[in-house]
């Protein structure tokens, strides 16, 4: 079974200030992603990467920046949060070969006051 | 435009067959049909992928039709474990992204 793990799992931060959200997979996988979610909203997708130290943009870039350190961690980053950030952040993993079965962290919930 | 077009609700008591359905008239012949679920408070949760005709796994089984716009996931014997959005998603394999509808919430009676 393939683990994804997400933390912290919930986070206070403030507007303006600089978010950290880290992601870890212990399976090996070369694909990584970053999707947001709204209360009553499908997932978007914000960043991805398919290699360590290179991250591609996904759909909803803007005001996200993304960290790709080693095969296993995977990293958001909002340098200046703003209120409209408010999500609950999921990062999910895949191995590249055989389709898109994704696996997903537990997700982190974000609130920015 | 949107890619799949699913019912936004629907409702089963506990031991009843769930057929959920997915409309997706532009789908490339590149293009997997895959199926998610998330239950409240966790990611998203791999079904079942397929590209034609019938696919079987030890959680649910997908019918495709014979021209792939339509697709259709069957649920045997929800329980209320099976209570959660079911996301029907098509894409090809380039770069194995996501895009995610709004899904179709199950609600689960005993």
């Known amino acids: 079974e393939a683990a994804v793990t997400q933390s912290p799992r919930s986070k206070v931060a403030v507007t303006g200030g600089k978010v950290t959200l880290s992601c870890h997979q212990t399976n090996n996988h070369d694909y990584m992603y970053w999707y947001r979610q709204d209360t009553g909203h499908g997932l978007r997708l914000i960043h991805y990467s398919y290699v360590a130290d290179s991250t591609e943009k996904g759909d909803i870039p803007d005001g996200y920046k993304a960290s790709r350190p080693s095969q296993e961690n995977f990293s958001l980053i909002l340098e200046l949060a703003s209120l409209s950030q408010t999500a609950v952040y999921f990062c999910?993993?895949?191995?590249?070969?055989?389709?898109?079965?994704?696996?997903f962290g537990p997700g982190t919930r974000l609130t920015v006051l | 435009l949107a890619k799949t077009t699913q019912p936004p609700s629907m409702e089963a008591y506990e031991g009843q067959e769930v057929n959920v359905s997915c409309s997706h008239t532009?789908?490339?012949?590149?293009?997997?049909i895959y199926w998610y679920r998330q239950v409240p408070h966790q990611g998203p949760q791999f079904i079942i992928q397929?590209?034609?005709d019938y696919v079987v796994n030890e959680v649910a089984s997908l019918f495709i039709s014979a021209d792939r716009k339509l697709s259709t996931l069957s649920l045997p014997w929800v329980s209320l474990r099976d209570a959660a959005v079911y996301y029907c998603i098509v894409t090809s394999n380039m770069g194995y992204k996501l895009t995610f509808g709004t899904g179709t919430s199950l609600l689960v009676d005993p």
């Open positions: 999910a993993s895949t191995t590249g070969t055989g389709g898109a079965e994704q696996y």
């Open positions: 397929g590209y034609k």
């Open positions: 532009n789908i490339a012949t590149s293009e997997y």
